[in-house]
């Protein structure tokens, strides 16, 4: 994992913008919580958590917790970089029937 410092700040950027673009469209949920966390969670899903978004069910795989259900655009932002879902998923947030629900659901 060679994931330099430019790397994550890119698609931490990358997440931000993804992150305010949710919150608007559904004119619902908390952006603070989900901008204060995506440093964290970019830094995390680039260069330490072993995860594979080709076989996202992979036995020996990380598990990241998110307990704060607010802040789900960061996780939904982050899985969309990484590969685990894909950018047009992101406009189901707050969308009844979406993928990306008001909170994360555990198969992601």
Known sequence: MSTSIEDIEEIARKCRVEIVKMVYRA????????LSEIDLL??????????RSDDP???DR??????KGHASPG????????????????KSYRV???VC???VDMKW
């Open 96 to 98: 009844l029937g979406g």
């Open 27 to 34: 004119q619902a949920g908390h952006p603070g919580g989900s």
């Open 101 to 103: 629900q008001g909170h």
């Open 75 to 90: 996780m939904y932002a982050i899985l969309a970089e990484m590969g685990f879902i894909s950018h047009e998923d992101l």
């Open 42 to 51: 970019a830094a995390l899903y680039s260069t330490r958590m072993r995860v």
């Open 57 to 59: 069910k992979w036995a």
């Open 62 to 67: 990380d598990r990241f917790i998110l307990s």
